[in-house]
């Protein structure tokens, strides 16, 4: 799933009307306790992922990056940002339409695993072809296991398809479980390479790995549990299903360029070492974009119907939540300001120093990126993908003009403000260009501005 301004639901609005149940529905469903019950163990498993991946990220992170050093943790974040690059665009958007299609027709399984694998097997295999052109005529040389582990991700990468299968039967402990033992041994062979010193190429091939090691876990639980049935590829289906998964691939493509592309330039425009201070203060301002997804996955729903009945008080609700998601997003990006030098010194050590001013500026990015998540009930539930997919675009081309304008003067420095002003363009200021997203655009000024959050709050808290 890709984590985007649309990350939770589908781009065409389906995530609702599938939701959209009547009452007979409703209660047919709640008469079903198997389903609740599955339903429940399988949040619980997602959960459980995300927490675990979360503490123990972080404090195998901080080793890793406090034995490589800014100049060695700037190169091996620079390889981890290409390679998700390459893994959004061989992935091509297929899992939310993918997914819709499992749920309702499940007999078909291999035939639409097959084809969407098939489809993503070919591009893989012609991005492998150009990057080992690119490699061999170029002057730069790339070690042997950053070569093995990229060659090797790419190989298996169509498989995660196979997630999709599992996720339409609420089994997703099985992808959970085969990941999480991937991440525990990626994480060993980190701390191993630290203890006995390995180049920072070795963690660039755990990375890479550590994808491949979760694939063939629940791969072979699929086959498995499936007695090994063969894939079969349909043109036509895969036809099909690229075209309906475009809009989401063309914002999820936009969202992560605009998001990553700072990393690579820096590299590529002020060295390693910018990149690692950069790299160092990212991390700690990234890690609460979490807050305001799980905000719009608790009230969308509810805001759903809300503007079936009526639309007025939807749009002040709307406005309500605007306020609310800013005023948490002042609120702890000052208290990460207020403690920046002991985050950074603390975790990273003092040869990160240089990070405490980046950070400094990053970190209010979260205000632009918590409104901009905070949007997206509006624009599903007007259907105006299309012109937020033009606005993040333009956010792309800024976004990157201004890393070529900052970077060779200001280092990370400038990449801090370039992905300040991109995040604030497509979150915000963008929609006053389209006369369909200006309603939104007042909302989020008013949001901005915290007007009538005490009374927003009250009403919010009672009726939802």
Not at 183 to 188: D, E, G, P, Y
Not at 227 to 237: E, Q
Not at 374 to 382: D, G, K, M, R, T
Not at 390 to 400: E, P, T
Request: contains cysteine; aromatic residues 16%; hydrophobic residues 55%.
């Amino acid at each position: 799933m890709c984590f985007c301004a649309i990350g939770w639901f589908n781009a065409d609005g389906s995530f609702i009307l599938d939701k959209m149940f009547s009452t007979f529905e409703v209660l047919a469903f709640l008469a079903n306790r198997s389903a609740i019950r599955a339903a429940f163990f399988n949040s619980i498993w997602l959960v459980l992922d995300k927490a675990l991946r979360l503490v123990g990220g972080l404090f195998v992170g901080v080793w890793v990056a406090r034995y490589l050093s800014p100049e060695g943790f700037g190169f091996f974040n620079t390889w981890v940002a290409f390679y998700g690059l390459i893994l959004t665009l061989i992935g091509l958007g297929f899992d939310q339409v993918l997914l819709r299609y499992l749920v309702k027709y499940p007999s078909h399984e291999q035939r639409l695993i097959g084809s969407v694998v098939g489809l993503r097997s070919m591009l893989a295999f012609l991005t492998l072809i150009l990057l080992s052109l690119v490699a061999f005529f170029s002057s730069f040389q790339t070690d042997i296991w950053i070569v093995i582990g990229l060659g090797t991700g790419l190989l298996f990468s169509p498989f995660l398809t196979l997630r999709q299968w599992f996720e339409s039967r609420l089994a997703s402990k099985y992808v959970v479980m085969s990941e999480l033992g991937a991440f525990l041994l990626s994480a060993t062979l980190k701390i191993v390479g630290v203890l006995y010193h390995l180049p920072v190429s070795w963690f660039v091939f755990v990375i890479s790995i550590e994808s491949v090691l979760g694939i063939v876990g629940y791969a072979a639980i699929y086959y498995k549990q499936r007695r090994a049935g063969r894939l079969l590829f349909d043109w036509k289906l895969a036809r099909l299903l690229f075209s309906q998964s475009c809009p989401v691939f063309m914002s999820c493509l936009a969202i992560f360029i605009y998001t990553k592309i700072d990393q690579i330039m820096i590299l590529a425009l002020s060295g390693s070492h910018e990149a690692g201070i950069y790299a160092a203060a990212a991390r700690i301002s990234e890690i609460l974009y979490f807050l305001p997804a799980i905000i719009v996955t608790s009230v969308f729903p509810a805001l759903t119907i809300l503007r079936k009945t009526d639309m007025s008080k939807y749009m002040r609700q709307l406005g309500y939540l605007f306020s609310g998601g800013a005023l948490m997003a002042y609120v702890i990006s000052f208290i990460i300001l207020l403690f920046a030098p002991m985050l950074v010194t603390g975790l990273y050590g003092v040869a990160y120093a240089a990070a405490i001013p980046v950070l400094f500026i990053h970190v209010f990015s979260f205000v632009w990126i918590t409104i901009g998540i905070l949007s997206s009930v509006f624009i599903q539930n007007e259907k105006l993908m299309r012109y937020a997919l033009i606005r993040d675009y333009s956010a792309v081309f800024l976004n990157v003009g201004l890393n070529f304008f900052l970077i060779p003067y200001y280092g990370a420095m400038g990449a801090a403000v370039a992905t300040f002003i991109a995040y604030s363009f497509t979150s915000v200021w963008g929609n006053l260009f389209f006369p369909k997203l200006r309603p939104l655009f007042y909302l989020q000024v008013r949001g901005l501005r915290l007007a009538g959050l005490g009374r927003g709050l009250l009403k919010l808290k009672a009726q939802l």
